[in-house]
């Protein structure tokens, strides 16, 4: 330690909000650049390294074979795929000194569509596997947490090649199996949950996140086993009604009431109910958001979900993906007059109707459901208000809040929610990208058919911060021992020639027998407290304490994990750590 290139810290970065971002500055593992960007210092280098080598042995072990795709790539193959434009703000372009576009690639399935489409043109060279660890970009707008959710981080991406749809099933299984046996190494809770395709298109596709209340990804598990990422949950529509027998509709004066509150108090005192009292879910909200789609164009929106519940924003925008969701503003109601802020109702949503919005709606509000809703009137709400009879929306949309308690779509219980860390990410692409990029081959038949896919990801440098997520105290970090930096931390606490010699002998006996040593030898001017607390900041799992128990042939050994420390004999640790 005294010639490593190693600053600890003991305050707090200012930006850092969650712990592994903090004890990861703090320690001396990264250092900020610009916001999303960090440099790998030696210690975090040697993490990081731990991580891809798990990684790489379980993916060669499952048939995966390694390439290495440039990260600065040429704008024609994203072209044919429309995710040039598809990608939005997120995608880092740039120009060449000729000026052809160019960008920093996010994800490589053209990349690797193309290098199989070069090589092979039998079905006899599949199935293929095929994966890199590599440095991907996001212009992410708000990156944060540190490593966690980053603008420059590192990615293992794999994508398998096959002749047919039983195919690809056979080789999505060989890589959740590796998942299985990656996540389980990396020693972190997760839970695999059903997720979203979003722009990567594709059938089935899961999620492997890591348990952390710091996650930004939040998922449902129910007692009976379904569990999916929050995006991906459908709801559970209740039957069509009859129309038979429901009372019309009829216009009410509601003043005052350009809330969901603010209308069911009213209700309960102006119009109240024979059975019980009027609550937020007897209404119908319509909120109203405006798009703005890749190619720059804008479209107002407008979402129909019960009164009781919010629209999720990133439900809401995985529904609507590429495009990105913005705001309905002042300029936007002046362009639709016929919208009456706080009082919109369905009478003037929908292409067919005066205002001409589009017009989603909750699966909730399935035909025969009653509402009470706006009258596009100010101070006016309609009661009794009938879907299917009254109003119809231009389709449905899965954008509303997903609460605990609510029952999961497969019929095994209620919902409970948590939050997560994306870890892994893993796709049946099936056609998209081989379709378009022209990859085909040679079937049995002489036939030529085109090649389907799965993509599979893990976030590497991502994997580092969310073990630290769960690996440290209130003291630092302690690493597992798969992942540690090094297995052993030696503290020279004194300044006595014995026993610094103890120490420096103790340090060639253990590198002489395998271990990996991070050795304190710093000089006597640093006091055996600064050590003791680098050590537990630093968090290797096993820090030997050569001290004053030289003298009776003894070293301290603690482990980091649990605190707990013993004498052992100078003579038995080599063999005892080895």
């Keep these: 330690m005294s010639r490593m290139f190693l600053r600890t810290l003991r305050d707090d970065p200012a930006d850092a909000e969650v712990p592994s971002h903090k004890l990861l500055v703090r320690a001396g593992y990264i250092r900020r650049v610009a916001p999303g960007i960090y440099s790998w210092l030696p210690l975090g280098l040697r993490v990081l390294a731990k991580v891809e080598a798990i990684v790489r042995e ?3 072990a499952m048939g995966a074979q390694e390439v290495r795709f440039p990260a600065l790539l040429p704008r024609e193959p994203y072209d044919v795929t429309d995710r040039w434009t598809e990608y939005g703000p997120n995608l880092f372009r740039l120009k060449d000194r000729r000026g052809n576009d160019m960008l920093l690639g996010p994800t490589h399935e053209e990349m690797f569509s193309l290098l199989v489409k070069d090589l092979y043109s039998s079905y006899k060279d599949l199935p293929l596997s095929l994966f890199q660890i590599q440095t991907k970009y996001r212009d992410e707008a708000r990156p944060r947490a540190g ?19 039983a195919g690809l099933e056979a080789s999505y299984q060989a890589h959740r199996d590796a998942y299985v046996r990656i996540f389980e190494r990396l020693g972190f809770e997760y839970v695999i949950v059903a997720a979203d395709s979003g722009a990567m298109g594709g059938s089935a596709s899961e999620e492997f996140l890591a348990v952390s209340e710091t996650g930004e990804d939040t998922f449902v598990r129910s007692a009976g086993g379904y569990a999916a990422n929050v995006e991906a949950v459908t709801t559970v529509a209740p039957d069509p009604v009859t129309f038979d027998g429901l009372p019309a509709a009829h216009a009410e004066q509601t003043p005052d009431t350009p809330t969901i509150d603010t209308l069911v108090n009213h209700l309960n005192e102006a119009f109240p109910r024979d059975d019980r009292p009027w609550h937020a879910a007897d209404t119908l909200k319509n909120v109203l958001v405006v798009l703005r789609n890749p190619d720059g164009t804008r479209e107002p929106l407008a979402i129909g979900v019960p009164g009781d519940r919010e629209v999720d924003a990133k439900r809401l925008e995985t529904q609507v993906a590429p495009a990105e969701v913005e705001p309905f503003e002042d300029k936007d109601f002046a362009a639709h007059p016929a919208l009456v802020k706080g009082y919109i109702g369905p009478g003037a949503l929908g292409t067919e109707n005066e205002s001409g919005i589009r017009y989603l709606t909750d699966p ?3 035909d025969g459901s009653r509402w009470v809703t706006g009258a596009n009137v100010a101070g006016s709400h309609v009661i009794d208000l009938v879907a299917g009879r009254d109003f119809t929306s231009d389709g449905s949309i899965e954008a509303a809040e997903v609460r605990a308690g609510d029952p999961a779509p497969d019929g095994s219980g209620p ?7 994306e870890m892994g990410h893993i796709f049946q692409l099936g056609r998209k990208y081989a379709e378009a990029l022209g990859l085909k081959v040679l079937d049995e038949n002489g036939k030529l058919v085109t090649v389907t896919m799965g993509s599979y990801g893990v976030g590497i440098s991502r994997a580092v911060a969310a073990v630290a997520e769960y690996a440290h105290d209130d003291l630092g970090l ?17 300044k006595d020639p014995s026993i610094v010699e103890a120490g420096e002998r103790l340090y060639a006996d253990l590198q002489a027998a395998g271990l990996d040593v991070l050795f304190d030898d710093r000089p006597g001017k640093v006091s055996p407290g600064v050590k003791f607390k680098d050590a537990e900041l630093i968090g290797v799992p096993i820090t030997v304490v050569v001290g004053r128990g030289v003298a009776d ?18 003579s038995d ?3 005892r750590l080895a």
Excluded: C, N
């Design 573 to 575: 640790l080599v063999a």
């Design 415 to 421: 919902l409970s929610l948590a939050r997560g860390i």
């Design 553 to 570: 042939g003894v070293v301290e050994l603690k482990r980091r994990a649990t605190g707990d420390r013993e004498d052992v004999a100078i």
């Design 478 to 494: 302690a690493w597992p021992a798969e992942l540690a930096p090094f297995d052993v931390h030696l503290v020279v606490a004194g």
């Design 364 to 366: 909730r509000v399935a």
């Design 147 to 165: 490593i966690l959710r980053g603008r420059e981080f590192i990615m293992k991406d794999s994508y398998s090649f096959d002749v047919d749809d």
């Design 58 to 60: 379980e993916m060669e």
